[in-house]
């Protein structure tokens, strides 16, 4: 596919500056670009690269600056980042879709496959499973018995999802991820730790996106929930009875204990550690590796271990990193 430089400032409502009839046919990092690649700046850390580029075009914002000319096509839009994403999505969203059921399958005998469903080789469709339009399982993948499948929703290869469990519309859950594995529930006993039958199971709301290698556990009873628009990256652990509210984010290797609840808007860093039986707000923002052991508010920016405000992190640090310095001079004194 190939498109002007003018024909694609139209399409995201830019303006451009230089020669519109550049055409453009691929995308490309802007450090990496070739011409007819299209690019974009949103990060101020790489705006020497827009002097070095070989993009044919590069995105960016309205109020730019330059310091000296470029020899690249600009197209000047409102927010770089999210044209770029949007572009993607167009391309993405032109490839075609693969499409019927492959063999060797299997589907359980009375379920019903809608318009637009994909089955791929080796899948797994257990009884009493209910599939939306357009449904996407790729080879490999299980899909227990009362599974629920919202409409587009795409479930890559090896993915595994256990009884009972309900997935949204437009999810898309990556390879080598496990929907409603069994609870880290045991009792101690006399004779050891006795497992706790885990009954429940999880719900996942509309345009999830869960990472591959992730697993949500199902609950003890009632359900572990993921709201609507939160993605999960790769290798991360939610515990059973957990409840994660709406367009939550969580980098990868993240890990929230059992029946925490978090609300909406929250955005955690990778390997954040969540304690078990808190409720953590919205609006919060946690950095890498913070752990967290206490209930938290709203509006909120914590860091470290255990994650403090980030103002007194950041002091802390100056005085841990003068710990050599006051110590020398005390024994310097004491000799």
């Not at 990256?233 to 990868?252: M, P, R, T």
């Amino acid at each position: 596919m190939e498109i002007s430089a003018t024909d694609l400032a139209k399409m995201v409502n830019g303006k451009v500056e230089g020669d519109g009839s550049v055409m453009l046919s691929s995308f490309a990092k802007i450090e990496e670009a070739s011409p007819g690649s299209l690019t974009f700046l949103s990060n101020p850390k790489y705006t020497h690269f827009l002097y070095t580029t070989q993009a044919s075009a590069v995105l960016v914002k309205d109020s730019l600056k330059l310091d000296r000319e470029v020899s690249t096509v600009l197209i000047r839009v409102a927010d770089p980042y999210s044209t770029i994403a949007d572009l993607l999505r167009i391309v993405e969203s032109s490839k075609p879709r693969p499409s019927g059921i492959e063999n060797p399958s299997f589907i359980a005998e009375g379920v019903d496959i809608p318009e637009g469903v994909y089955i791929g080789a080796f899948a797994y469709v257990g009884r009493g499973v209910k599939l939306g339009r357009g449904v996407l399982i790729y080879p490999n993948a299980y899909v227990g018995d009362g599974v629920e499948i919202g409409e587009d929703t795409v479930v890559r290869a090896g993915v595994r999802i256990y009884e009972q469990c309900r997935i949204g519309s437009r999810c898309v859950i990556h390879s080598g991820a496990v929907i409603g594995a069994d609870g880290f529930g045991f009792a101690p006993t006399a004779h050891g730790f006795e497992k706790i039958p885990q009954t429940g199971n999880v719900e996942i709301g509309d345009d999830v996106e869960i990472g591959a290698n992730t697993t949500v556990d199902r609950a003890t009873f009632g359900s572990t929930k993921i709201g609507s628009g939160t993605k999960l990256d790769n290798l991360i652990q939610v515990a059973h009875n957990v409840e994660i509210g709406k367009n939550n984010v969580f980098a990868s290797q993240c890990g929230i204990a059992g029946s925490t609840k978090i609300g909406d808007w929250n955005m955690m860093g990778g390997q954040v550690g969540i304690a078990g039986h808190l409720n953590i707000g919205s609006f919060n923002e946690f950095g890498a590796q913070s752990g967290v052991h206490r209930n938290v508010g709203d509006h909120e920016r914590l860091v470290g271990y255990p994650a403090v405000p980030v103002r007194d992190f950041a002091r802390n640090a100056v005085y841990i990193n003068r710990l050599g310095e006051l110590f020398g001079k005390e024994g310097k004194k004491s000799k």
